[in-house]
């Protein structure tokens, strides 16, 4: 399964959009990109996937780039409640695969 | 309301007795995992399960047992041999998807401490 990497931390002002980069230069044709968010003390939530088009839900967008090495996660309008650690995760397509999560990024929002 | 459902919230037991964490899910989902969080880190794969009666190790399973009689239920047994097994624990479950992507759906968590 591919790696990923991301920031450890980033500040974000409440309002603004959170741009959340996550690189994974080893992805394979068949892996799909997952973001997750988890708010301190809480079980880890879903927020968006994608293979190689970009997407948009109610929650995020996400932007990959044409060579699948890197994507970036967008919360358009960050609130203080978007606080929290964001996993960038590659799953393979089909699968129910090891799903494994590196340490994330730890987004605060501040007014 | 369809979910995944940890129980307790909160366990404490006496160091060198094995509990055992309950893991219920009515989704439908084939597969079922099992983590551990320590403070500051992230999440560690224990043992995960893609279909009843078949479970494979995660990256620390040392320690741990699982069980996978039926579809619904993955309940994780912390034996007396895991050194340090106050943690964060957190189940999740995901659909055994043929042709395509899926998302896992994580409980709340029990957060386990040993005296």
């Known amino acids: 399964d591919a790696k990923t990497t991301q920031p450890t931390s980033m500040d974000c002002a409440e309002g603004r959009a959170a741009n959340l980069p996550c690189n994974h230069s080893?992805?394979?044709?068949?892996?799909?990109v997952y973001w997750y968010r988890q708010i301190h003390s809480q079980g880890p939530q879903y927020i968006i996937h994608?293979?190689?088009n970009n997407e948009t839900n109610e929650m995020a967008s996400l932007i990959i780039t044409e060579d699948r090495k890197s994507s970036t996660l967008i919360l358009p309008h960050a609130t203080l409640r978007d606080t929290a650690v964001y996993y960038c995760?590659?799953?393979?397509?089909?699968?129910?695969?090891?799903?494994?999560f590196g340490t994330g990024t730890r987004l605060q929002v501040t007014l | 309301d369809g979910g995944i459902t940890q129980s307790p919230k909160y366990l404490f037991r006496k160091e060198g007795q094995n509990v055992t964490l309950s893991c219920e899910q009515n989704?439908?989902?084939?597969?079922m995992y099992w983590y551990r969080q320590d403070p500051g880190q992230g999440l560690r794969l224990i043992y995960y399960?893609?279909?009843?009666?078949?479970?494979q190790k995660g990256d620390i399973a040392e320690g741990y047992s699982v069980s996978r009689e039926k579809k619904e239920s993955f309940p994780l047994t912390v034996t007396s041999a895991q050194k340090n097994p106050t943690a964060f624990y957190l189940c999740a479950s995901s659909m055994w998807a043929g042709g395509g992507g899926t998302e896992a759906f994580f409980g709340q968590g029990t957060r386990l401490t040993v005296v």
């Open positions: 989704l439908n989902h084939d597969a």
């Open positions: 399960s893609q279909i009843v009666n078949d479970f």
């Open positions: 995760i590659v799953l393979k397509r089909g699968t129910a695969s090891k799903l494994t």
């Open positions: 080893t992805i394979s044709g068949n892996e799909y």
């Open positions: 994608g293979l190689k």
